[in-house]
C-alpha cells in the first residue's frame, strides 16, 4: 500500500480534536508549554492496545467525538472519556482494538462520562515533529496538524503499523480510574499570602468546574471568597492583593485571580504571570483534571510531599498494569 | 532580599528571590539559574529563570524533593557573591507609537479602562508625571529594558526599564483583562514592558506596535530558525519610527531581507548602580558601532 494512502479525511471535526503525544519538554523557560495529553494513562493505553510506542501521536477529542473516513484498514482503540465509537454506525468497545476498513467511517455516540477521549491508531499520526514532539499547541500555532485542531476537509497522514497490535485486545476495566470528584493538592508558592479562615475554607468549600475550562487550565467557582493577610504591595507586584511580581508558574499550579475564582494550570499551561498561587496539584492527579466536565462538583484535598510521591508511585504501578489483554 | 524556597507540587521547586522588583534579584536568579544549569543535575528538567524569583522542573523518581531543594540552596551564597556581570546582546525593536492598531483594539475595551475618556498613552503618560504623550514616548525609548523573563505564551519577553526606581514607569493593568491584544502590541503593567508575540488576551496599556514578529512557529522568518527571539538576560532598546518606516519593515521581512539590529553587549550591575546614565550611553554605542 502506497504511504499517502495511510491516511485519514476529517468529515467533521469535533469540538476541539487536536494532536497529541506526551510532549514537548524542555521550553517552558522560553513561553513553550510542554502539551501532549492532558490525560497521559490513556493515551498511553490507547497507544498499548494498537501495539503503538507509548508517547504516539494520537487525537484528543474532547467532549464531542470527530468523524473520520479511513483511505487504508486500520487498527483503532479510543481510550479516556466515556465517548462510544462507532465504526460505519456500529458502536465498537471502548479501551479496546478494532478494525475500520479502507473507505469506513469512525464516529461517536454522546459522551456519557468524562471529558477527554484518545483515538489511537496503529503507526500513529504522522505529522511533523516540532521542537521534538508532535503534539498541538494551538495558542502559539505550533506542532500538531498545522499549529491547530482538526478542521473538516483536512486530510491527516498515518504511519506505518508495527504490525504487534491485535484485533479484539482490551484494558480490563479494573486499570483505569473513575472520575474524580476531589483533586490531591500541595499547598505552597504563596499559600502564606491567605488567612487560617481561607486556608481552611479552600479545602471545606465544594468548587464547580466552570465553563472556562480547556487546555490551558480548569477554572473552579463556587467556593467561598479568600481572604488576604494584609500586606503592602511590593515594587512592581500591582495594586491588588492576588498580585505578585510576575512569576513563574509551576503545572498544576493554582492561581486565584481576586481572591474568587481558582484556575488549575494544565499541559498548555501560560508559563508565568502576576497571581498569586496557593499550591499545585499533585503529579499523579493531573490526569483526573482533564476527564472533568464543566458543571462538575470536586473538592480539593490538602496533602503532604510525602502523600504525593506515595500516590505519584501508585499511579506509576497502575501505568505498568496498564496492559492489553 | 530575602530568598523563600517552596515546592511546586511533587515536581517543582519554586524560589522567590524577593517579593519586590529589582535590578539585583533579577541578577541572583539569573545566577543561580546559571548555576543549575552548569551543576547539569540529574532530574532537572527545566530551568525557568523570571523577574525576582526562578522556577526549577525535576523528575522526582530520579531526585527526591528534599535533595533538589538542598542543591538549589547550595548555590545561593555564590549567586549572593557572584560578579554582576552578564555576556548578553542589545537589539533594536522599532516601534510605531500609538499606532492605528492598538488605538482601534482601546476603544473596543474602553469600558474595562481606568479612564475611558484617555488612551492607554494619555493615561499612562498621566499617572506617571509626563507633560505629554511625547515626553512619556521619549522616556520609554531612552534608556534599554533588560528582558528579566520570557514567557506567559511563546516567547514574550517580560522587559524592565534600565533607570533608577524613581524613574521607572508604572501602570496599573487593565480592570478586567481584554480578550483580545494585537500581535507585536508593546504593552505595560506594573513596572513590566512586554512584546505580545502573538494575538490574544491580555491585561496590560497598549502603547504601540513593533513591525518585527518575535516569534514564528513555522521558522520561516531568517532570524526566526529558532522560532523565538528573546532569552532572559537579553537587552532591548525601543526605538520610535513612523509609519513609513512601519511599512518598509514590514515589507522587508515579508520579502526576507530584514536582518534586525543587533550587537554583543556586556552589563555589569555594580557598573550601572553607580553611573545608570554612563552606563547607558555605551551600551547604546555598542548598538549604533
Not at chain 2, 522567590?16 to 545566577?31: H, T
Not at chain 2, 492598531?101 to 474602553?110: A, G, I
Not at chain 2, 514574550?156 to 491584544?181: A, G, H, M, N, S
Not at chain 2, 491585561?203 to 528573546?230: H, R, S
Given at each position: ?13 469535533g469540538?476541539?480534536?487536536t ?28 497507544n ?6 507509548d508517547?504516539?501521536?494520537?487525537l484528543?477529542?474532547?467532549?464531542l467525538?470527530?468523524e473520520l473516513?479511513?483511505?487504508a ?6 481510550t479516556?472519556?466515556d ?13 479496546t ?6 473507505g469506513?467511517?469512525?464516529?461517536f ?5 468524562g471529558?477527554?477521549?484518545?483515538v489511537a ?6 505529522v ?5 514532539s508532535r ?11 498545522e ?6 476537509g483536512?486530510?491527516?497522514?498515518l ?11 482490551s ?12 483533586i ?16 481552611d ?8 468546574v466552570?465553563?472556562?475550562a480547556?487546555r ?17 504591595q511590593p ?11 510576575d ?10 485571580p481576586g481572591?474568587?475564582?481558582p484556575?488549575v ?7 508565568g ?6 499550591g499545585?496539584?499533585?503529579s ?20 503532604t ?21 | 532580599?530575602?530568598?523563600r ?15 519586590e ?11 543561580m539559574?546559571n ?8 532530574g ?14 525535576f ?9 533538589m ?8 551564597a555564590?549567586a549572593?557573591s ?10 533594536d ?13 482601546l476603544?473596543r ?16 503618560a498621566?499617572v506617571?508625571d509626563f507633560?505629554d504623550v511625547d ?5 520609554h525609548?531612552?534608556a ?20 533608577e526606581?524613581?524613574?521607572?514607569i ?8 481584554r480578550t483580545d ?17 502573538v ?16 516569534y ?33 519593515t514590514?515589507a ?14 556586556s552589563f ?22
Amino acid at each position: 500500500m502506497p504511504e499517502a494512502a495511510r491516511s485519514f479525511k476529517v468529515v467533521k471535526p469535533g469540538l476541539a480534536t487536536t494532536v497529541q503525544d506526551l510532549g514537548r519538554p524542555g521550553y517552558y523557560h522560553l513561553g513553550l508549554p510542554i502539551s501532549g495529553a492532558m490525560d497521559r494513562l490513556a493515551l498511553i493505553a490507547a497507544n498499548r492496545l494498537v501495539g503503538n510506542e507509548d508517547g504516539a501521536a494520537a487525537l484528543e477529542a474532547v467532549f464531542l467525538g470527530p468523524e473520520l473516513t479511513f483511505a487504508a484498514d486500520a487498527l483503532v482503540a479510543v481510550t479516556g472519556a466515556d465517548l462510544p465509537p462507532k465504526v460505519d454506525g456500529v458502536e465498537q468497545p471502548g479501551w479496546t482494538a478494532f478494525t475500520v476498513a479502507a473507505g469506513q467511517t469512525l464516529s461517536f455516540g454522546f459522551l456519557k462520562g468524562g471529558a477527554r477521549a484518545y483515538v489511537a491508531i496503529a503507526g500513529g499520526i504522522d505529522v511533523p515533529e516540532v521542537l521534538g514532539s508532535r503534539s498541538t499547541y494551538a495558542l502559539g500555532a505550533l506542532g500538531g496538524f498545522e499549529g491547530r485542531a482538526l478542521k473538516a476537509g483536512d486530510v491527516v497522514p498515518l504511519g506505518t503499523a508495527n504490525g504487534t497490535g491485535r484485533e479484539g485486545a482490551s484494558i480490563p476495566p479494573a486499570a483505569r480510574r473513575p472520575v474524580a470528584n476531589e483533586i490531591r493538592v500541595l499547598p505552597g508558592l504563596y499559600w502564606h499570602r491567605i488567612t487560617e479562615s481561607a486556608q481552611d475554607g479552600f479545602f471545606e468549600d465544594t468548587w464547580k468546574v466552570a465553563p472556562e475550562a480547556d487546555r490551558i487550565g480548569y477554572r473552579f467557582r463556587g467556593g467561598r471568597k479568600l481572604d488576604f493577610v494584609p500586606r503592602e504591595q511590593p515594587f512592581g507586584a500591582g495594586s491588588d492583593p492576588s498580585n505578585i511580581v510576575d512569576s513563574c508558574y509551576p503545572y498544576g499550579s493554582i492561581q486565584v485571580p481576586g481572591g474568587t475564582e481558582p484556575i488549575v494550570l494544565h499541559r498548555d499551561a501560560v508559563s508565568g504571570g502576576g497571581y498569586f498561587m496557593i499550591g499545585a496539584v499533585i503529579s499523579a492527579d493531573m490526569d483526573l483534571i482533564g476527564q472533568l466536565q464543566p458543571h462538575q462538583a470536586v473538592r480539593f484535598a490538602a496533602v503532604t510531599m510525602e502523600d504525593a510521591l506515595k500516590a505519584r508511585h501508585d499511579e506509576t504501578a497502575r501505568l505498568k498494569a496498564t496492559v492489553p489483554a | 532580599m530575602k530568598t523563600r524556597y517552596s515546592f511546586g507540587g511533587d515536581e517543582h521547586v519554586f524560589v522567590e528571590i524577593d517579593e519586590e522588583m529589582s535590578l539585583e534579584a533579577f541578577f541572583k536568579s539569573l545566577s543561580m539559574t546559571n548555576a543549575v544549569r552548569e551543576a547539569k543535575i540529574a532530574g532537572v528538567t527545566e530551568i525557568c529563570p523570571a523577574n525576582a524569583s526562578f522556577q526549577i522542573k525535576f523528575d522526582p523518581d530520579v531526585i527526591a524533593p528534599n535533595d533538589m531543594m538542598a542543591e538549589l540552596k547550595g548555590f545561593e551564597a555564590a549567586a549572593e557573591s557572584a560578579e554582576k556581570t552578564i555576556s548578553t546582546r542589545i537589539i533594536d525593536i522599532p516601534v510605531l507609537y500609538d499606532d492605528p492598531w492598538t488605538r482601534e483594539t482601546l476603544m473596543r475595551f474602553r469600558e474595562r479602562h481606568q479612564d475611558p475618556s484617555a488612551t492607554d498613552l494619555e493615561y499612562a503618560a498621566r499617572v506617571n508625571d509626563f507633560p505629554d504623550v511625547d515626553a512619556f514616548i521619549a522616556a520609554h525609548a531612552a534608556a534599554p529594558w533588560f528582558v528579566s523573563m520570557v514567557g506567559f505564551v511563546a516567547g514574550l519577553p517580560f522587559t524592565y526599564q534600565l533607570v533608577e526606581r524613581e524613574k521607572q514607569i508604572e501602570v496599573p493593568k487593565y480592570l478586567r483583562p481584554r480578550t483580545d491584544t494585537p500581535r507585536l502590541t508593546v504593552g505595560h503593567g506594573g513596572c513590566f514592558g512586554c512584546i505580545y508575540s502573538v494575538r490574544g488576551a491580555g491585561g496590560y496599556q497598549m502603547f504601540g506596535v513593533t513591525p518585527m514578529p518575535i516569534y514564528d512557529p513555522k521558522g520561516e522568518i531568517g532570524y526566526l530558525k529558532k522560532l523565538m527571539l528573546f532569552r532572559p538576560g537579553d537587552i532591548i532598546k525601543f526605538r520610535a519610527i513612523d509609519r513609513a518606516e512601519y511599512d518598509d519593515t514590514v515589507a522587508a521581512i515579508d520579502a526576507g531581507r530584514f536582518v534586525p539590529r543587533i550587537a554583543e553587549a556586556s552589563f555589569s550591575l555594580d557598573d550601572f548602580t553607580a553611573d545608570p546614565a554612563g552606563t547607558n550611553a555605551k551600551l547604546l554605542e555598542t548598538l549604533d558601532a
